[in-house]
């Protein structure tokens, strides 16, 4: 499964889902400082209303789920801009408060002026 989050008004509105299987996970110290913070920054350049398909800026996406679906949704998102796994700029990792989960934030430069922030959420194992 995944979720792209195009504004800091979708990613609020996603957050205050009940539904959000993955609410809970986002919300913990320095992993919801980092997805905010970079949300944030791309309100504040590209604009909160800009269409992540027409405009430049881009956008988060987050994968969850088991691990082979989040590996095989993540690299096919990539295969997308021609990018790999590895092609990233920069990579965070975080381990969860509760829940023994690995988060992990790789940002891909798309072009000068777009990028795909991409945060997979695994298990304790991956």
């Known amino acids: 499964m995944h979720k792209i989050i195009k504004s800091k008004q979708s990613l609020l509105e996603w957050l205050s889902d009940e539904e959000n299987l993955v609410k ?3 919300l913990q110290g320095n992993i919801r400082k980092h997805l905010q913070t970079s949300v944030e920054i791309l309100d504040e350049y590209y604009g909160s209303e800009r269409d992540i398909e027409k405009d430049m800026g881009g956008y988060v996406v987050v994968f969850y789920g088991e691990p082979e679906e989040v590996e095989e949704q993540s690299g096919k998102h990539l295969e997308g801009y021609h990018l ?4 990233y700029e920069f990579e965070d990792i975080y381990e969860t408060e509760t829940g023994g989960k690995r988060v992990v934030f790789r940002l ?7 990028s795909v922030l991409v945060i997979n959420i695994y298990g304790r194992n991956q």
């Open 24 to 26: 809970e996970i986002l």
């Open 84 to 87: 790999r796994e590895d092609d």
């Open 108 to 114: 891909y430069l798309c072009s000068s002026d777009y």
